[in-house]
């Protein structure tokens, strides 16, 4: 048996930071990793409702979604490796360099559009049959707008 998690270091960033954190191997048992890799995901999706009319048919309402990934960045951490029984710990630091922040818009016509991130960390290890064993655990990610101030540099010093 194994367990895999992440652990960041807080639960939000603005774009330009980096992401500190480490992701947690725990092994029961002696094990050979194929394959124990990090990706991280960003994704646009966009959803709304399509009428139809026709003459000939009654007017439908279609729900439609299309989404595309911005960001998918993977990093392998471990490939073809034996590890024995323990705890393992892998350092993480990703920089947030040009990301769109997250943010969710609902739009009166039923539009709603969503930027989202994740983290994922995959293991997969053999088995002790042919089929390899396969764990994943997902984190989402909150990415914010910097918080800039409006007021000219002389204004905010004078007010000191």
């Known amino acids: 048996?194994?367990?895999?998690?992440?652990?960041?270091?807080?639960?939000?960033?603005?774009?330009?930071?980096?992401?500190?954190?480490?992701?947690?191997?725990?092994?029961?048992?002696?094990?050979?990793?194929?394959?124990?890799?990090?990706?991280?995901?960003?994704?646009?999706?966009?959803?709304?409702?399509?009428?139809?009319?026709?003459?000939?048919?009654?007017?439908?309402?279609?729900?439609?979604?299309?989404?595309?990934?911005?960001?998918?960045?993977?990093?392998?951490?471990?490939?073809?490796e034996e590890f024995d029984i323990g705890e393992y710990s892998f350092p993480l630091e990703y920089p947030l360099n040009n990301v769109i922040s997250s943010c969710e818009y609902h739009h009166r016509n039923g539009v709603t559009i969503d930027i989202g991130y994740s983290i994922e960390a995959k293991v997969e290890a053999e088995g002790e049959d042919e089929e390899n064993e396969i764990i994943k655990t997902k984190k989402k990610l909150q990415i914010i707008e910097p918080f800039t101030s409006n007021l000219h540099p002389l204004l905010i010093k004078e007010s000191q």
Do not use: Y
């Open 1 to 80: 048996m194994m367990e895999v998690s992440i652990v960041l270091d807080k639960e939000s960033w603005t774009c330009g930071e980096d992401i500190i954190g480490e992701i947690n191997l725990n092994l029961k048992k002696k094990r050979k990793i194929k394959d124990f890799s990090l990706s991280i995901i960003g994704v646009e999706e966009i959803k709304w409702i399509e009428r139809t009319n026709s003459l000939f048919q009654e007017s439908q309402c279609l729900n439609k979604k299309d989404s595309k990934k911005h960001l998918h960045e993977q990093l392998v951490l471990v490939e073809d």
